[in-house]
């Protein structure tokens, strides 16, 4: 059992209130996991020739910080770019001019215990262990701008509770995917992805689900096209919840055997897992409040 939250705003007034609006969405799922928790947030495009990259430094202890601006240092005199890093805690967000793969390549081989959350023009991501409401503290959630966001919350029960294996997931650029569910042939998704260079980082079902649609965007579909293959070849019980620079998308299993809710009205689009987590949200009252059937696929525009 987990939790989902996602939120999209349509006013842009809003989006200097994303992150306050969304922690109490995502405390409020706090019951439907409680062991760690995570949020992809998406912002203002930067140039095309700029990426941002989220990264985690594992150094959790009382005390302990990651060296951040000796990392920058390093890899402006190393590499061919000019970065900047903005650290949180454990965590920060690289911007670069230049070669995203060859950085990639370089934080690789330098700093291999380093983990890529990861990476695009627009996209920030932010995963730990602890409860929802630490999580959302330590990494100032509240503070968040942006123009919608993709949370979540997660009991763990086919793997460990790390923050590698927290949600969001992500692949490539700028997509990510949140799950509450279970899928019964993760490791036959795979075997078809390997063979075509998709390297895996976990052992969770939910990235072979993440990994499989982004594949198919990267092949060219839309993502209504990647989701109707992912009823396809995805066998299980799921509700999937998925960020991309401009668009939420949400599907369920055709049982929709996991909970889903949708509140929409001329300021936003708001989901959860259950409604406690949007009844804070302002001018509820007059939201279409709906369940979304099920193997069908909702995708709104940023």
Not at 63 to 71: D, I, K, R, S
Not at 81 to 98: D, F, M, P, W, Y
Not at 224 to 246: C, I, R
């Amino acid at each position: 059992m987990c939790g989902i939250v996602g939120l999209l705003v349509k006013t842009p007034a809003l989006r200097e209130r994303l992150g306050e609006l969304m922690v109490p969405m995502l405390i409020g799922m706090t019951e439907r996991g409680p062991d760690s928790a995570g949020l992809a947030v998406f912002g203002k495009e930067l140039d095309a020739s700029q990426r941002k990259l989220s990264l985690y430094s594992g150094f959790t202890e009382e005390g302990a910080q990651f060296p951040w601006q000796a990392l920058l240092d390093k890899l402006n005199s190393a590499m061919d770019v000019t970065a900047r890093i903005e650290a949180k805690s454990n965590h920060a967000v690289l911007t670069l001019q230049g070669s995203a793969e060859n950085v990639k390549a370089w934080l690789n081989e330098t700093y291999p215990k380093l983990y890529l959350l990861s990476t695009g023009r627009s996209i920030d991501l932010y995963k730990d262990i602890g409860s929802p409401a630490e999580v959302a503290g330590r990494y100032d959630f509240s503070k968040l701008k942006g123009s919608h966001l993709v949370g979540h919350t997660r009991m763990a029960t086919e793997s460990a509770v790390t923050p590698d294996r927290a949600h969001p997931f992500t692949a490539g650029e700028d997509f990510c995917l949140v799950h509450n569910g279970s899928l019964s042939n993760p490791y036959g998704v795979r075997r078809k992805l390997e063979p075509l260079g998709i390297r895996f980082d976990t052992d969770n079902d939910t990235e072979a689900a993440c990994r499989f649609l982004e594949w198919r965007l990267r092949e060219g579909d839309a993502l209504p096209e990647a989701l109707q293959k992912g009823f396809e070849e995805l066998d299980g019980f799921y509700t999937f919840l998925m960020g991309t620079a401009n668009e939420l998308a949400l599907i369920r299993d055709p049982f929709a055997c996991k909970p889903a809710v949708v509140a929409e009205n001329d300021d936003y689009v708001a989901i959860a897992s259950e409604f406690r987590s949007l009844a804070h949200l302002p001018d509820i009252r007059n939201a279409k409040v709906f369940e979304p059937a099920p193997e069908e696929m909702y995708v709104w525009k940023a």
